[in-house]
Nanobody, 125 residues
Framework: QLQLVESGGGLVQPGGSLRLSCAAS???????????MGWFRQAPGKEREFVAAISWRGDSTVYADSVKGRFTISRDNAKNTAYLHMNSLTPEDTAVYYC???????????????WGQGAQVTVSS
């Protein structure tokens, strides 16, 4: 059974930066690198929405329009870890951020099989 654990969330001022990490365990290194990693977020009272995804080799990425140019998704298959670098944060970015793993490159929630517990990101002065 795969486990995903997010870390790096917290409180940051508008215009600031954070880096979220998503560590995978319960699988061998070789199988982690075979799957797509995605980041999603959910604000209070709203549905979970797609943020970014990265292909299994890390050579292809896709972003939601709302974060394009500000967020960067990456992965280190040697460390079984995916990252979300967030810059120029605004209060509208406040949400619980989830990492997820799935077999296909997609922005759809239902395309991902495994999910982390979430990390709170709060952008406020």
């Amino acid at each position: 059974q795969l486990q995903l654990v997010e870390s790096g969330g917290g409180l940051v001022q508008p215009g600031g930066s954070l880096r979220l990490s998503c560590a995978a365990s319960g699988r061998t290194f070789s199988t982690f690198s075979s799957y797509v990693m995605g980041w999603f977020r959910q604000a209070p009272g709203k549905e979970r929405e797609f943020v970014a995804a990265i292909s299994w080799r890390g050579d292809s990425t896709v972003y939601a329009d709302s974060v394009k140019g500000r967020f960067t998704i990456s992965r280190d298959n040697a460390k079984n870890t995916a990252y979300l670098h967030m810059n120029s944060l605004t209060p509208e970015d406040t949400a619980v951020y989830y990492c997820a793993e799935g077999p296909s490159y997609s922005s759809r929630v239902m395309s991902y099989d495994y999910w982390g517990q979430g990390a709170q990101v709060t952008v406020s002065s």
